[in-house]
């Protein structure tokens, strides 16, 4: 392993934080949801990492299990956003206001 | 020359990331959205092979990049939609608030990565992160997990179905 784990945690934190970013800048259902997914996949990054930096398991282990959670996130909710459709006919965020008051 | 391999790989699969990030967050129509989703995800799994978890980058592969990447192109070409975002957002001044928050965020953690100390790396055998010793941890101290993990796919199945059935 040449490159020390403070690499792939940077580029984690970079990926996460631009996961963030489309969570807040983006108004298509789909894409925020998108972005979610890449801010899941930068924190099995850090977990990977360190499972090989530390030399046990738990940490691959781990990625498993987040990974099995966004398959079920990603099919629950993509129904959710294609019920909204049916319904509103919009996947705009902003449309979806009925909370709003 | 084996290091110098490693660093070639690792810089271009994190460019692939960063640069497929970037697709994400900035592309006007989804289907571009999800294709820089699958840059990203298949970067990811060059980086898992290099961190000795080749179990991780074919299940990355095969659930991300197979199955969730197909599933929002096809739920893209089912929909059909508008893609623009046309109209000025309702929350003013949301996107520059949006990457101050970002920016601050990103420095916040770049102080904490400055005092991770930078070990070398434990020595790991041979079969590190094959598929016989993830599954081996899977069934014995994890197998718990293991089994609510398959009634939440269960539920989850279940709850696509109801709710993608619609009103009668």
Redesign the interface.
């Known amino acids: ?11 984690s ?10 969570v ?5 259902a ?2 925020v ?3 979610i ?2 801010m899941l ?1 930068s924190v ?2 850090s977990f ?2 360190y ?5 046990g ?2 940490g ?2 781990t ?3 987040v ?10 909710g ?6 909204i ?2 319904s509103r006919d ?3 965020i ?1 449309d979806v ?1 009925l909370l709003r008051g | 020359m ?2 110098l391999i ?2 070639i790989i ?1 810089g271009a699969a ?1 460019a692939g ?2 640069a497929g ?2 697709g ?2 900035a ?1 006007a129509a ?1 289907v571009r ?2 294709l820089s ?1 699958l840059l ?2 298949g970067s ?1 799994a060059v ?2 092979l ?4 080749q ?2 980058a074919v ?2 592969v095969i ?2 990049a197979g ?2 990447v197909v ?2 192109l096809f ?2 070409m ?2 059909h ?1 508008r ?1 623009g ?1 046309g109209r000025a ?2 929350l003013p001044r ?2 520059p ?3 101050v ?2 920016a601050a ?2 420095a916040v ?2 102080a904490v ?1 400055r005092g ?1 100390p ?2 070398p ?4 055998p041979e079969e ?2 094959t598929a016989q ?2 599954g081996r ?2 069934f014995t101290t ?1 197998v718990l ?1 293991f089994e609510l ?1 398959s009634m ?2 269960i ?3 279940i ?2 179905v109801v ?2 059935r ?1 009103p009668r």
Do not use: H
Not at chain 1, 51 to 55: C, E, V
């Open positions: 392993m040449t490159i020390p784990v403070p690499y792939y945690l940077a580029l934190a970079v990926l996460f934080t631009m996961g963030a970013l489309g807040l800048i983006r108004r298509n789909l894409v949801f998108m972005s997914e890449l996949n099995n990054l990977v990492a499972a090989r930096q530390l030399g398991l738990e691959q282990v990625v498993f299990f990974m099995v959670i966004a398959a079920v996130e990603v099919v629950v993509l129904a959710i956003i294609v019920a459709f049916r919009t996947v705009d902003d206001d | 084996n290091a490693e660093i690792f994190a990331a960063l990030a970037v994400i967050i592309s989804p959205s999800a989703l990203v995800l990811l980086l898992y290099l961190l000795a978890a179990f991780i299940l990355q659930i991300y199955a969730i599933l929002f739920v893209i089912l929909l939609m893609t975002e957002t309702k949301q996107r608030a949006a990457v928050l970002a965020f990103l953690v770049a990565l991770v930078s070990a790396a434990a020595a790991v590190f992160g010793a993830v941890m899977l994890y997990p993990a939440v796919l539920v989850g199945i709850a696509a709710i993608g619609g």
